[in-house]
C-alpha cells in the first residue's frame, strides 16, 4: 500500500519560510513523479511543484517559481518543498503526491496532473 505522509507544515509570518517534508513508502518511487500541491479555502486544489522521477528536472508553478525549491531523494523516497519569501496568499492545505511517468514522457505538460497517490496534507497558514 502506498503512503505519503507530509510534514513540516504550521504558522509563520509573511516573508518567512518553511520546509515541507514528504516521506513515501509502499513501493519503489524511483520511477515516480514527485509533486507539492496545495489547496485554500474555497478555491480549487493547484500545482505548486513538481520533480521528475530521474530527479534532474523541476517544475513550478508561476506563483511560487524563483521562492521555492522542490528536492527529492531516490534513496530515502523523500521529497521535500522549500518555501521562501512566503505570502499570506500561499495559506493553504499543501498534499504530497505521487505518479508514474513513463519513460518517454518529459517535460511541465507530464507532471502537472494526474497524480494517483496523494498524502494526508499538512496546513501552512501565512501571517500578514
Known amino acids: 500500500q502506498v503512503q505519503l505522509v507530509e510534514s513540516g507544515g504550521g504558522l509563520v509570518q509573511a516573508g518567512g519560510s518553511l520546509r515541507l517534508s514528504c516521506a513515501a513508502s509502499?513501493?519503489?518511487?524511483?520511477?515516480?513523479?514527485l509533486g507539492w500541491f496545495r489547496q485554500a479555502p474555497g478555491k480549487e486544489r493547484e500545482f505548486v511543484a513538481a520533480?521528475?522521477?530521474?530527479?534532474?528536472?523541476?517544475y513550478y508553478a508561476d506563483s511560487v517559481k524563483g521562492r521555492s525549491t522542490i528536492s527529492r531523494d531516490n534513496a530515502k523516497n523523500t521529497v521535500t518543498l522549500q518555501m521562501n519569501s512566503l505570502k499570506p496568499e500561499d495559506t493553504a492545505v499543501y498534499y504530497c503526491?505521487?505518479?508514474?511517468?513513463?519513460?518517454?514522457?518529459?517535460?511541465?505538460?507530464?507532471?502537472?496532473?494526474?497524480?494517483?497517490?496523494w498524502g494526508q496534507g499538512t496546513q501552512v497558514t501565512v501571517s500578514s
Open positions: 503526491a505521487a505518479k508514474e511517468v513513463p519513460y518517454y514522457c518529459s517535460g511541465y505538460g507530464c507532471y502537472v496532473d494526474k497524480y494517483d497517490y
Open positions: 520533480r521528475s522521477w530521474s530527479g534532474s528536472s523541476a
Open positions: 509502499g513501493r519503489t518511487f524511483s520511477r515516480y513523479g
